[in-house]
């Protein structure tokens, strides 16, 4: 888990990549688990998309071995305000929900609606089951990672390795945008030095005053569905 948030790092400026479609009424395996331990004798066998002409859904196939009441928590990106239903089983019961507090990535606790989300535990049997995340697309929703446990504290996911992660590499870049011994950056673009980018007879004659800069930036993984 520790490597897996130390992967999820975002950092200042985002673009989106888009890896669908998902195709209406077919299946997508995200990646497939040897019994991954997710918490609480919890494991995930597989990590999926589902698309209808109506809504979309991940989805997360796992393994449990007691019966009994289990919280959840899901490790997820989107806006604020962003809520999804959580479904269980193909019995499309509706389990609770995931709302998303903030930008950028975050552990969100399932739970019921109110002036704060409240969280509420998910009876599960023994056995095979599936949690799906569903909304109304066309974006199908970005979340990475679950944890159970028989408690609110037992269920969380521990977001600090992701947290120290993302502040050492915004140190990093700070180092390098200031520090350079290139000299490639310096607090004020000198524009008498800049560059055409192309000839000037061309319609997008510009400036880069910024050519050769340092940045931050990140990617945004992206499943959308695709309808005929």
């Not at 305000?81 to 479904?87: A, D, E, F, K, L």
């Not at 524009?191 to 050769?212: F, K, M, R, S, T």
Request: net charge negative; hydrophobic share 35%.
């Amino acid at each position: 888990m520790d490597r897996l948030l130390k992967q999820c790092c975002c950092f200042s400026i985002m673009a989106s990549v888009f890896l669908g479609p998902v195709y209406a009424g077919e299946r997508m395996i995200v990646k497939k688990y040897d019994k991954k331990e997710i918490g609480s004798g919890v494991y995930l066998n597989e990590i999926f998309n589902d698309a209808n002409e109506k809504e979309v859904s991940r989805g997360f196939r796992i393994s449990v071995t007691e019966t009994g009441e289990y919280y959840l928590s899901a490790w997820a990106q989107g806006l604020p305000g962003t809520s999804w239903n959580v479904i269980l089983d193909e019995s499309n019961s509706n389990v609770g929900y995931l709302e998303l507090m903030k930008n950028g990535w975050q552990v969100g606790i399932i739970g019921t609606p109110g002036s704060k989300l409240i969280p509420k535990a998910i009876r599960l049997s023994s056995g095979i089951h599936t949690i799906k995340f569903r909304d109304d697309g066309p974006g199908i929703p970005d979340v990475e990672l679950l944890k159970f446990g028989k408690d609110e504290e037992d269920a969380l996911i521990d977001e600090t390795p992701f947290r120290k992660n993302l502040e050492r590499i915004m140190m990093q870049s700070k180092d390098s945008a200031f520090n350079s011994n290139d000299n490639l950056v310096t607090s004020q673009p000198d524009y008498a030095d800049a560059q055409p980018l192309v000839e000037p007879d061309e319609p997008y004659y510009d400036y880069d005053p910024n050519y050769h800069k340092v940045f931050n930036y990140t990617f945004r993984r992206s499943f959308y569905l695709y309808l005929n």
